[in-house]
């Protein structure tokens, strides 16, 4: 092997390796986001925060299982808001 095909696979090994680690990194956040949103919504219904607005518990399902696991906290915050003005998020 010479000198420049040895450099070149070195080149290439470094490129490879530092789109791994961006994709890893972008991949571990996420699901990071969407755990916290999971338990964040599970904690409101365990400590019955939506009694002090005066309304029901969030009705964990698909679909409030998803919203909060996709948008992870801000996910939480637009459930919470549609259950505090009174749109069902039930199937």
Do not use: E
């Amino acid at each position: 092997m010479s000198l420049l095909t040895g450099l070149l696979v070195l080149i290439l090994v470094i490129i490879v390796a530092a789109l791994l680690f961006r994709v890893f990194k972008s991949i571990v956040g996420l699901v990071v986001n969407a755990v916290v949103g999971i338990i964040l919504l599970w904690l409101i219904n365990l400590f019955n925060l939506m009694s002090l607005i005066g309304r029901p518990d969030i009705p964990i399902n698909l679909i409030t299982i998803l919203i909060c696991a996709i948008g992870g906290v801000l996910g939480v915050i637009i459930v919470v808001i549609l259950q505090a003005i009174g749109i069902p998020l039930g199937l």
